[in-house]
């Protein structure tokens, strides 16, 4: 059986995000009204904004869970955690907080001057061109190849790698920074409606319960041929989404399988692997930030 391959995987990822850094103007509890940033508080660079007006991506969080698979399994563990991605112009794709799987839905919207500066503050993104020189890491990834990352194209911090090691603003980061409001801006978002990515395998015996018929006028045989090592992407909307709806009934019948049993009117079983596509992802299916 095709289990849900997060469900297994999940207890080995290190660093969970369960709470947001307070962000108000007044600082920790304990701050007094004039109080300062700490004394080793990494400057500051005020000009510098998540929402700056340029193309292209611009901010990226992702929680890898377990190892990352190789072709064409690799569309399992690309968007199988959860991740929140931001461009220049403030357009999000945001995954639920709570994500395992690649199969789950994704949403899509522009963020609000609030929202923007609240993930600023909690990341303590105008900070990163200071800790990139500040941060250091002697630990080896762990072997699951799980673990937490953020980005802005040229710094990437890893957690929990080297959290023991890393100045406070890294530590924070990596200790809850976005969880609520990920959830909040999944809640507020809109459904993706473009194009879907998917391989198909052959089965001589159906190892998932729900059969459904092959919804579409390609040949089922042709695509499970050619996508052997390669994943196939769906741009024809009308056709992605017939096969987005069938992946909801069938999952929303059989929440813990991941793979969708199909047949050929043939008879022949296949098993149907399908995910979103995101708009800055490269031809294979990954996000390359």
Do not use: K
Not at 125 to 136: D, G, Q, V
Not at 178 to 206: C, E, H, I
Request: charged content about 20%.
């Amino acid at each position: 059986m095709q289990l849900r391959l997060g469900c297994a995987l999940l207890m080995l990822t290190g660093c969970g995000l369960s709470s947001m850094v307070p962000t108000g103007a007044d600082g920790p509890p304990d701050a007094g009204p004039d109080a300062g940033p700490p004394p080793d508080a990494a400057p500051v660079f005020a000009d510098r904004r998540i929402c700056d007006g340029s193309d292209g991506l611009r901010f990226a969080y992702r929680r890898f869970i377990g190892f990352a698979l190789p072709a064409p399994y690799r569309i399992f563990s690309e968007l199988g955690g959860p991740f929140l991605y931001i461009d220049g112009h403030c357009h999000y794709w945001v995954s639920d907080a709570h994500a395992i799987s690649a199969d789950q839905d994704i949403r899509t919207g522009v963020l609000d001057a609030a929202s923007e500066e609240r993930i600023a503050q909690a990341t303590h993104f105008a900070s990163w061109p200071a800790l990139e020189n500040a941060f250091t890491c002697t630990e080896q990834p762990p072997l699951d190849g799980g673990g937490t990352f953020f980005s802005d194209g040229s710094f990437r911090p890893m957690c929990p790698y080297c959290v023991s090691e890393a100045v406070s603003e890294l530590v924070e980061m990596c200790g809850g920074a976005t969880d609520a409001l990920q959830a909040q801006l999944f809640a507020q978002g809109q459904p993706l409606d473009g194009p879907v990515r998917l391989f198909m395998s052959t089965q001589s015996v159906a190892s998932e319960p729900g059969r459904v018929d092959w919804p579409l006028a390609s040949d089922p045989a042709a695509i499970a041929a050619a996508t052997t090592q390669v994943t196939l992407r769906i741009d024809d909307l009308a056709d992605a989404r017939v096969l987005r709806a069938l992946r909801a009934s069938h999952h929303a019948a059989f929440p813990i399988f991941e793979s969708i049993p199909v047949r050929d009117g043939a008879g022949q079983l296949y098993q149907l692997f399908l995910r979103e596509v995101l708009p800055f992802e490269n031809d294979e299916g990954l996000v390359i930030f």
